[in-house]
């Protein structure tokens, strides 16, 4: 069966061509792969791209949700959960789910913050960014008023300015740059202990 026949499975097709997006966008920026690329990596013809994703722009929307799922509900927030018995344990284990990643050799830094800079926050694909980023505040928040802090919103802000710090520096190179994440990420939440108001 030939790629892009009337035959092809149109979900089998779909999913080749967001994981290959996925991987290329993750990596690479969303610039440099172009979606001929992209077509001829998923084995499906350009006609069958276009169908799914009928511009650029929608299947750089499509990675973003499909980062999201994969990343920061499927990655961060489960294994931070997974690794921690109480709200407070569960938030700072976000570094050490961090810590792990930035061993990896496939370490990509966040696609949020890296498809944010290169787009910029009025196009539509900054834009997107700018609400993924406001998910991962809302799961630190959340988990911040289950464990009894004060202003959780605040703190969750404060908090991703550690999370987004690792990552930068991590990228530059620094490999134990959760740790040190980690270590103001205590002082943080006793700073916002409610008998510290």
Request: with cysteine; proline share 4%.
């Amino acid at each position: 069966m030939s790629a892009g026949s009337p035959t092809d499975d149109p979900t089998a097709a779909q999913g080749r061509i967001l994981d290959t997006a996925y991987d290329l966008f993750a990596q690479r920026g969303i610039r440099a792969v172009g979606i001929d690329e992209v077509i001829s990596q998923s084995k499906v013809a350009k006609a069958t791209l276009y169908r799914h994703f009928p511009s650029k722009d929608d299947l750089v929307l499509a990675f973003l949700e499909n980062r999201e799922q994969r990343w920061t509900f499927g990655f961060v927030e489960a294994e931070s959960h997974r690794r921690g018995t109480t709200p407070e344990e569960q938030l700072l284990a976000i570094f050490d789910v961090f810590h792990d990643w930035f061993q990896g050799a496939g370490f990509e830094a966040c696609s949020f913050i890296n498809v944010l800079l290169e787009m910029g926050r009025d196009h539509p694909a900054g834009a997107a960014c700018v609400k993924h980023l406001a998910t991962i505040r809302c799961v630190v928040a959340e988990r911040a008023e289950r464990a009894g802090l004060r202003d959780p919103d605040e703190f969750a802000r404060s908090w991703h300015i550690l999370m987004k710090g690792s990552i930068i520096s991590a990228a530059e190179g620094d490999t134990k740059a959760a740790r040190r994440a980690k270590a103001m990420a205590r002082a943080l939440i006793e700073q916002y202990r409610p008998d510290n108001s």
